[in-house]
């Protein structure tokens, strides 16, 4: 079975700086997806950033980029520029192709003022 | 507009009540899911339903059953509910192949915070 996990239960950041989530996964499949997803107060699930696990450039959107090391079953996200809005829990997810998803524990991620 | 809509939003009942929770998505997808998140925030896969196929999560009690009446709804029915229920539950979809690319990434609707007393 595939297992995620984030090893920071909390983090935060000021704002306008820069902060790196943390996310290993376990599988012996060597196609699949990877994912971040968001979830403010307001309780949505918002997708920030995903990746193929077949494609070696790591996935950029906007100020969220991931650092995706396949060996090392590594798949972290950058914020840079952090904005209050980007307070909310954030979870990684790890799915093989037959959208099987497994979401990890989650990271809170505080930005102070 | 609304991708994946859930309803009720919220959904407060007595311990041993029977009820559901509606989701409905606009997407076109073929594959939709209900998770559950608990006190923690830990999400966990209940179901997800493609083409009539149901996979179900064998740790999911059989009080729970999903009901697809059509490709763009998947609901969720509970029946005699108890206080370990109470938790946040999330429909989402996907669209399992399109043009011979999988595309594998789940919308979510915004969630039904149920509270079992």
């Known amino acids: 079975a595939q297992t995620v996990t984030q090893s920071q239960p909390e983090m935060s950041v000021q704002e306008a700086e820069t902060v790196t989530l943390s996310c290993t996964y376990d599988?012996?499949?060597?196609?699949?997806?990877l994912f971040w997803y968001k979830q403010p107060p307001s309780r949505q699930m918002i997708l920030v950033i995903r990746q193929e696990a077949y494609k070696q450039q790591n996935a950029t959107e906007n100020r969220f980029s991931v650092n995706f090391q396949k060996a090392a079953k590594s798949f972290s996200l950058k914020i840079s520029d952090s904005q209050l809005g980007d307070t909310a829990m954030y979870f990684c997810?790890?799915?093989?192709?037959?959208?099987?998803?497994?979401f990890g524990a989650g990271t809170r991620l505080t930005v102070k003022p | 507009d609304t991708a994946v809509s859930q309803t009720p939003k919220y959904l407060v009942t007595q311990m041993g009540n029977d009820k559901s929770i509606k989701c409905e998505q606009n997407l076109g997808h073929d594959t939709m899911y209900w998770y559950k998140q608990d006190s923690k925030k830990f999400l966990k896969i209940m179901f997800s339903?493609?083409?009539?196929?149901?996979?179900i999560n064998e740790t999911v009690p059989n009080r729970f059953s999903p009901k697809s009446p059509d490709k763009a709804h998947l609901n969720l029915h509970i029946n005699s509910l108890e206080l370990g229920d109470s938790a946040v539950y999330f429909c989402?979809?996907?669209?399992?192949?399109?043009?011979?690319?999988?595309?594998?990434?789940?919308?979510f609707g915004p969630g039904t915070r149920l509270t079992v007393l």
């Open positions: 989402a979809s996907s669209q399992g192949n399109r043009g011979g690319r999988i595309f594998n990434e789940q919308f």
């Open positions: 997810a790890f799915m093989k192709f037959g959208n099987d998803m497994r």
């Open positions: 599988t012996s499949e060597s196609n699949y997806y």
């Open positions: 339903y493609n083409n009539k196929e149901l996979i």
